[in-house]
């Protein structure tokens, strides 16, 4: 029997695991190299390699003609847990736009994707990341020192920020950050949640088939789990244990597209999280007759203008 050629696990348009092992991903952009963008924002990117151990590295965005200190946004890219980088094309040039529109120094984290690395390990390389970015807020410079944060970041001004998978991600790097004992060490403005993946037993689909290839994803990227209301999946189930009231933000801006299978999971975590006993303030936006993250494939359309202008608002907000 060729277990090469059987298939083990199928969620295609995102990955397929065969009964070797062999995993197929599709759907991936082109990746590009770090370096300063010859388009219409200039800005300057480059890869820092913080934990050679594990390889893991993070992309920074630095805009060009940029004057003081910058807010730092640190963003982390979407793709189901399975596929994605911050080197990817479309993440590439929707941070260059992001960087030289809110003047604004970016942090883009390069997770471990499942299955080779399940869940938690995208949450874990994420903190690792995150807290990597806080540590340039103590004076003295160590081996992990990088210019670019110490030299033009306000770590007064930090932003959590993710898309999709990504999205999920940002969440729990805040609610990491409201529960670690003294803080992170620096202040964490807001944290923006866009098209983002979650679900829950309550909110998912219907039972059929959407709820079944829902769950067995979830399964898929996060073995061992106890299902949809898993605290990485349903940040406010019961064994949760009320973890999003420690969101460690002062606002919190969900962004939802009407047409996006992910739409009402948005509204509900909105709505969830107003209820939760978070403090801050929290907003929603909508974009109206759009799917899930169109605004990286035509950013050039009304509601994608729309999207980065509520999102610009958002991160210049004091």
Known sequence: MDVDGEVEHDFFPFIRQYKS????????????????????TGVSS????IDPSS????????PAGHQGKLPVVVYFHGGAFVIGSTAHRPTQEYLNSLAA????????????????????????????SLRWVASHAAAAAGPEYEPWIAEHGDLS?????????????AHHMAVRAGGERGGLGVRVRGLLVIHAYFNAEAAASPAGVMRERAEALWRFVCPGTTGLDDPLCNPFSEAAGGGAARVAAERVLVCVAEKDTLRDRGV??????????????????ESVGEGHVFHYSRPGCEQAKALHARVLSFLRQD
């Open 21 to 40: 092992g062999r995993v197929v991903r599709f759907g991936a952009a082109e990746t590009v190299p770090a370096g300063t963008d010859a388009g219409r």
């Open 46 to 49: 480059k890869d820092v390699v």
């Open 55 to 62: 390889g893991l590295w993070v992309r920074l965005y630095l």
């Open 101 to 128: 529109d809110a003047g604004a120094l970016i942090v883009s984290p390069e997770y471990r994707l499942a299955p080779e690395h399940p869940l938690p390990t995208a949450h874990d390389d994420s903190w690792q």
């Open 157 to 169: 001004r930090v932003f959590l920020a993710g898309v999709s998978a990504g999205g999920n991600i």
């Open 268 to 285: 509900w975590y909105y709505e969830n999280l107003k209820g939760s006993g978070y403090r801050g303030e929290v907003e929603l936006h």
